[in-house]
């Protein structure tokens, strides 16, 4: 499972950066009619195995930070798969699943454009935010400056 999700990762990143239209609506769209979406969305949410659970938080942030057009980012934060992962009750006593988790949000709040988190954070009842505040003051640094920069970063949006 976890080679899989490394495997599609990789292709949909090259297909994007090499233009071969695993994104592009006009083209085949392996992607969106493969409901890779939905899929994912189903292994969030009926999966307690903790290495799948961190390998789609950094599959997640690979796509959030390796992306670069706006449609291909559009699709992804619109779909129920991050909706799910950004709210998902997971174990946060794990400390990797922790940091996976808020190197996630981070990348959210800093790779999107300021129309994007907007739209993520006000569709989404605030649940960026929220998510993020509850690891504002945690005790490691890491992800304690991590939390505060997506807090940061959703309140210097204005509309």
Not at 31 to 40: K, M, Y
Not at 42 to 48: E, Q, R
Not at 81 to 109: R, V, W
Not at 139 to 159: F, G, I, P, W
């Amino acid at each position: 499972m976890i080679s899989c999700l490394i495997s599609m990762t990789e292709a949909l990143i090259w297909s994007e950066q090499n233009h071969a239209g695993l994104f592009e609506y006009n083209k085949i769209r392996i992607f969106i009619d493969s409901r890779i979406a939905e899929t994912l969305t189903f292994i969030l949410c009926s999966t307690s195995n903790r290495q799948v659970i961190i390998q789609l938080l950094r599959c997640s942030t690979l796509l959030i930070h390796n992306l670069t057009e706006e449609s291909c980012k559009n699709y992804l934060i619109s779909s129920q798969f991050f909706s799910e992962l950004i709210s998902q009750p997971f174990d946060f006593s794990d400390d990797e699943i922790i940091e996976n988790y808020t190197s996630m949000l981070k990348g959210l709040a800093f790779n999107l454009n300021k129309m994007q988190l907007l739209h993520l954070v006000t569709s989404k009842n605030f649940t960026l935010f929220t998510s993020a505040m509850m690891f504002f003051n945690y005790k490691e640094n890491l992800v304690k400056t991590a939390a505060r920069a997506v807090v940061l970063n959703v309140l210097k949006c204005k509309e």
